[in-house]
């Protein structure tokens, strides 16, 4: 939606990649070696099913798309500001609920990154990434071409 300048894109993502390794490796420094054990794998997530990775990146897209379109809609409402962190922390909730059966419920490819990198690239990430990132486009452009460019300031509705 043009609102966080190019600039500062670089900075955002590696502050989400740097937290998601720093809090994995605070989980295995404060937890121990039952992170590593095979069955909590640094919170790697993972299907309990044989399910494809394009089921998992479509997954991942969907949730991610239904929660951005939710995020662009309060984010373009200022007298929606009262609801929208419990309107978002619960359908976040709902949406992970919802997909951790197919996906794993990750909605955010940092997310999986630091478990990935740490666990010695075990498992998939490339449907944990590239699935949100289709839906950030997907969102983005849509808001653009309905609402046009942000431009700096919230837009009512």
């Known amino acids: 939606m043009r609102r966080l300048p190019g600039r500062d894109v670089p900075l955002y993502l590696s502050a989400q990649t740097a937290g998601s390794v720093l809090g994995t490796a605070a989980g295995r420094l404060l937890c121990g070696p039952s992170v590593a054990h095979p069955d909590v794998n640094y919170a790697l997530l993972s299907v ?6 394009t089921w998992i990146m479509l997954g991942e897209a969907v949730a991610t798309g239904v929660l951005l379109a939710v995020v662009v809609r309060l984010a373009r409402a200022p007298r929606l500001a009262g609801v929208a962190p419990v309107t978002i922390g619960a359908l976040l909730t709902a949406l992970i609920a919802l997909t951790t059966n197919v996906t794993g419920g990750s909605l955010n490819p940092a ?36 609402f046009g460019p942000a431009d700096g300031e919230r837009t009512r509705l």
């Open 111 to 146: 997310r999986q990154f630091g478990p990935w990198l740490l666990s010695g690239g075990d498992g998939l990430l490339w449907p944990y990434v590239v699935g949100p990132l289709i839906a950030a486009v997907v969102v983005g452009a849509t808001a653009v071409a309905v």
């Open 48 to 53: 309990h099913h044989a399910a494809p990775a």
